[in-house]
């Protein structure tokens, strides 16, 4: 070996690991896995235990963990491939960086045990929804989702807030305001349309648009003298309502058969909206049925 690949393999410090194939356990407690490789190894009888272990950069590939309990276990960045876990229990475990890929595990465990810090909590999320969209689950992709989302907005306001030293050393003043547009963007986005994950967000949007616009035709034809002095507050919004409710939906109707005028500019605004709450209800739409 030359003087130069020694002084490249220098740079490169030796982890201390094991490999372990086509094993089984009852019971296991107070052991360390850490940077071990662990394949084809499952418990031997259901009600299996695992307490107080660790397993930081443990790779798990084509393991059999059904019915299992891992209780006080420290999976920071664990890998598991092609694994099942489904029945397993994790309880008080931390799960920082981990990655699962076809991997089979029930989301309630999951959120049960989900990272304190929103930043590494949404990209644990993001990769179960990932992972749950490949093997076709469709109920957890969907509880991912509202779950990463969650933690994205608690992110971007502490980033925001920068009530931790992290925080504050990692990010600028500017960057502190471009989370908080962010989070302001990621609040209207749930309240307009969930997202795209909550249809009926964008029939309340709708309704709730069609009313606004009643209130300002209101509003105009009050101040312009339009409504008949013979009639009273409820019938003339009822005329508003249906002013609005025809010019959001594009229906035709006899301009003449109503004292009130709508403005152009409020026509404007409906025909916009109509053709927003359009595509936003087909995108919700294709998301709903694109996932089955």
Not at 69 to 78: E, I, L, N, V, Y
Not at 271 to 283: E, P
Request: overall charge positive; charged content about 25%.
């Amino acid at each position: 070996m030359s003087e130069t690949d020694k002084a490249k393999a220098d740079v490169f410090t030796d982890k201390p690991s094991r490999e372990i194939f086509s094993k089984t356990f009852t019971s296991i407690n107070q052991r360390q896995f850490d940077n071990d490789y662990i394949e084809q190894i499952g418990r031997k009888n259901k009600g299996a235990q695992v307490s107080t272990c660790t397993f930081r950069s443990t790779i798990f590939v084509g393991c059999y963990f059904n019915g299992v309990t891992f209780t006080s276990c420290d999976f920071t960045s664990a890998k598991f491939i092609d694994c099942n876990l489904k029945d397993a229990k994790f309880v008080h475990c931390k799960l920082n960086y981990v990655s699962f890929r076809r991997t089979i595990v029930d989301s309630s465990e999951i959120l049960a045990n989900l990272p304190r810090e929103p930043n590494v909590r949404r990209d644990l999320l993001r990769n179960l929804r990932v992972d749950a969209r490949e093997l076709g689950n469709i109920e957890d992709e969907s509880i991912y989702i509202r779950k990463e989302i969650e933690a994205s907005d608690d992110f971007y306001m502490s980033a925001f807030k920068a009530r931790e030293i992290w925080y504050r050393n990692k990010y600028s003043g500017i960057d502190r305001i471009v989370f908080f547009l962010s989070w302001v963007k990621s609040k209207f986005s749930g309240l307009i349309w969930g997202n795209g994950e909550k249809p009926i967000r964008v029939l309340y949007s709708c309704v709730f648009t069609i009313i606004i616009m009643a209130a300002i035709l209101y509003t105009y034809g009050y101040s312009k003298g339009q409504f008949p002095e013979s009639e009273g507050f409820y019938e003339n919004f009822a005329m508003a309502l249906k002013l609005s409710l025809s010019e959001f939906l594009g229906v035709p109707y006899m301009v003449n058969s109503f004292s009130l005028k709508v403005p152009f500019l409020v026509s404007a605004f409906a025909a916009l909206a109509r053709y927003i709450f359009i595509g936003l209800l087909v995108s919700v739409m294709f998301r709903s049925f694109s996932r089955r």
